[in-house]
C-alpha cells in the first residue's frame, strides 16, 4: 500500500524536530539514474519510473543532483536558472509529475540548492556584476585557490576584471555580501517550496561567505584532515571560505526554507561545522567518509562526529570514490551496516545498495576533475546498458552483467536485500550510539537494547552479547552468530542484536 505523505501545511511544528533528522536520503544523480527517452542521459520521467523501487527498498526521500539548465562545465552544478529544469533532465510537467508520484509513495523531494556560485552564462553574470566578487588590479588581490586547481581569480574578457571563483573559472562566485543576492536566492528557494519540494541539499556552503577585506590564506598551522589538492593543503583555507559570519548568508535561505530542512555541504572537518549547524538542519559528516577503513579511525570519526550533533552521515556521493573501491567491495557490506545504523539521517548514493564500484575513467573523459568514474550510470539489469538507456549512455555502465538490480532483488542473501532489511530494521533502532569496548579491528556500538558489531578485518572476531541478545541481522547468511554471551562475527562482516 502507498505510504502517502501528510500535505506539506502539517508539516512539524516549531521546535519540533526536522523530518530528516532520521531519514534515509537516497542520493539520484539524475544524468546516471533512468533514461526514458533514448537520449542516453538520465531524466526526470525515468527517476518517476523506478520509484516503485524505491517505495521497495523503503528510502524516505530522493536528493537530486542539480536538475537546472547548465552548459555542464561542473555537470549541474554550473547554473544558468535556478527555477528552471534542464531540458534534457525533462519538463516543468515531468517535475510536478514526480513530485506528487513520489508523495503518494511516501517519499519526499530534497534539491540541490547551487548557492555559492553560478554558471559564468548565467544572465547575471552580464546583467548584474554586482552579484559577483570582482577585482581591478592589475594582479589578483590575494592568494586563494580554487578547489580544482589554480588561483581563484580569473580575468573576464569582456571587462578585463578579476572575478572571483571558488571552483572552475566557468563558475563565478556569488556576492553574499550583497543583500540583493540574498533576496535573489531566497526567491529561488520559495520557488522550489511552492513547487513541492520537501528539503534541500545546501552545495559548497563553506564558500558562500568569504573574508571581506579578500586578505590572503596563512601557510598551514597544521595538517587539514579530508582530501584537497596538495597547493590547497600547504594554506590554512581560513579567509578564502569558512567567514566567522557566514550566519548572514544561512540565515537568509532558513528564512526562505521555512520548514524544509537544509542539509549543508560543509567541506570542513566536523570540528569547524558549529558555526553551521546554527542555521542549517544538518551537515554531512566527511569525517567518516574519508576516514580508512580501520576500527580505530573510523570509531573516532564517529566519536567527533556524534559530538557536533546534526550531522548526516554518508559515505559515498557523486564527488568521491565508491565504497566498495575506497573500502573494498569486501566490505561493502559492513559499510552499509555502518551507515544505516548510526543514527540520524543518511545518506545512500544511488547504486551503492548494488555495491557498485568505480568505473574506469571515462573517455572521453566528461569531468575534468576526474569524478566520472563514480558517476558511471545505474544498473538495473544484466543486459550491456544495465536498463540504464536504450540509448547510446553519456557515461557507459560498469558491470551490468554481474551487478544488477533485477537480479539482487531476486536473491535474499544479495547485498540489495542486505540494504533494504537494515533500511526496514533501522526503525526499530533508537538511541545515541554509546561505543563500547571491543577486540582490535572491530568496532561496536549500543543504542538502546541494539548491539551494532562490526569486524574490519580478515579473520573472525568475537564480540560480548548481553544475555538474551538475539540477532537481528548479519551481512551475509551465517555471518555471524550468537554463542554463550559472545558474537562470533566472520572476516568482513556485521551484525545486529537485540537484548530482548
Ligand atoms: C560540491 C558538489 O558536490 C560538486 O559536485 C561540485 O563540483 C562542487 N560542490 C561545486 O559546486
Known amino acids: 500500500m502507498a505510504r502517502g505523505l501528510e500535505p506539506a501545511a502539517s508539516a512539524p511544528g516549531a521546535g519540533e524536530r526536522p523530518w530528516t533528522d532520521d531519514a534515509v536520503v537516497y542520493e539520484i544523480y539524475p544524468r546516471s539514474f533512468q533514461d526514458s527517452d533514448g537520449d542516453g542521459i538520465g531524466d526526470l520521467a525515468g527517476i518517476r519510473s523506478r520509484l516503485p523501487y524505491l517505495e521497495w527498498l523503503g528510502v524516505d526521500a530522493i536528493w537530486l543532483a542539480p536538475i537546472y539548465p547548465s552548459p555542464l562545465a561542473d555537470y549541474g552544478y554550473d547554473v544558468t536558472d535556478h527555477k528552471a529544469i534542464a531540458p534534457e533532465i525533462g519538463t516543468d510537467q515531468d517535475f510536478d509529475l514526480l513530485v506528487a508520484d513520489a508523495h503518494d509513495?511516501?517519499?519526499?523531494?530534497?534539491?540541490?540548492l547551487v548557492v555559492s556560485h553560478t554558471s559564468i552564462e548565467h544572465p547575471w553574470f552580464r546583467e548584474r556584476p554586482d552579484f559577483y566578487v570582482w577585482s581591478d588590479g592589475p594582479e589578483p588581490p590575494n592568494n586563494w585557490l580554487a578547489s580544482f586547481g589554480g588561483p581563484s581569480w580569473t580575468r573576464d574578457p569582456a571587462t578585463g576584471r578579476l572575478y572571483l571563483?571558488?571552483?572552475?573559472?566557468e563558475q563565478p562566485d556569488l556576492d553574499w555580501r550583497n543583500p540583493e543576492v540574498r533576496e535573489a536566492m531566497a526567491d529561488v528557494v520559495r520557488h522550489w517550496v511552492g513547487r513541492g519540494a520537501d528539503g534541500f541539499r545546501v552545495d559548497a556552503v563553506d564558500r558562500m561567505v568569504k573574508d571581506a577585506e579578500l586578505r590572503d590564506d596563512p601557510p598551514a598551522r597544521e595538517p587539514f584532515p579530508l582530501p584537497m589538492p596538495e597547493a590547497l593543503l600547504r594554506r590554512d583555507l581560513v579567509n578564502s571560505r569558512d567567514a566567522p559570519d557566514i550566519g548572514i548568508a544561512l540565515a537568509a535561505l532558513?528564512?526562505?526554507?521555512?520548514r524544509a530542512p537544509l542539509i549543508g555541504e560543509v567541506y570542513l572537518p566536523v570540528a569547524r561545522v558549529l558555526p553551521y549547524l546554527e542555521h542549517l538542519d544538518a551537515v554531512f559528516g566527511f569525517d567518516l567518509l574519508h576516514a580508512e577503513w580501520d576500527a580505530d579511525a573510523l570509531a573516532a570519526a564517529i566519536d567527533r562526529s556524534s559530538a557536533a550533533g546534526g550531522i548526516?552521515?554518508?559515505?559515498?556521493?557523486?564527488?568521491?570514490?565508491?565504497?566498495a573501491t575506497r573500502w573494498g567491495e569486501e566490505n561493502a557490506r559492513a559499510a552499509a551496516v555502518l551507515l544505516l545504523t548510526l543514527g540520524g539521517a543518511a545518506f545512500v548514493y544511488q547504486g551503492e545498495e548494488l555495491g557498485m564500484v568505480?568505473?574506469?575513467a571515462a573517455d572521453p573523459v566528461r569531468d575534468r576533475y576526474g569524478r566520472d568514474a563514480c558517476r558511471r550510470p545505474m544498473q538495473w539489469d544484466p543486459t550491456p546498458s544495465g536498463g540504464f538507456s536504450r540509448?547510446?549512455?553519456w557515461l557507459s555502465p560498469v558491470d551490468p552483467a554481474t551487478r544488477n538490480a533485477d537480479d539482487q532483488s531476486a536473491d535474499p542473501g544479495s547485498i540489495l536485500n542486505l540494504f533494504r532489511e537494515l533500511i526496514g530494521v533501522r526503525r526499530e533502532i533508537h538511541g545515541t550510539p554509546a561505543r563500547i569496548g571491543s577486540p582490535d579491528g572491530t568496532l561496536a556500538f549500543d543504542r538502546g537494547a541494539h548491539r551494532v558489531a562490526i569486524n574490519l578485518g580478515g579473520s573472525p572476531a568475537?564480540?560480548?552479547?548481553?544475555?538474551?541478545?538475539?540477532?537481528?541481522?548479519c551481512t551475509a547468511?551465517?555471518?555471524a552468530e550468537l554463542h554463550e554471551g559472545e558474537l562470533r562475527i566472520g572476516a568482513h562482516a556485521a551484525a545486529v542484536t537485540c537484548e530482548r
Open 477 to 479: 547468511p551465517g555471518a
Open 105 to 112: 509513495r511516501g517519499i519526499r523531494i530534497v534539491l540541490d
Open 312 to 323: 548526516a552521515w554518508v559515505t559515498s556521493n557523486h564527488d568521491f570514490p565508491r565504497v
Open 358 to 360: 568505480d568505473g574506469p
Open 254 to 258: 532558513r528564512e526562505a526554507a521555512g
Open 462 to 473: 568475537v564480540v560480548p552479547a548481553p544475555a538474551g541478545s538475539e540477532l537481528v541481522l
Open 391 to 393: 540509448g547510446d549512455p
Open 165 to 169: 571563483h571558488s571552483f572552475y573559472p
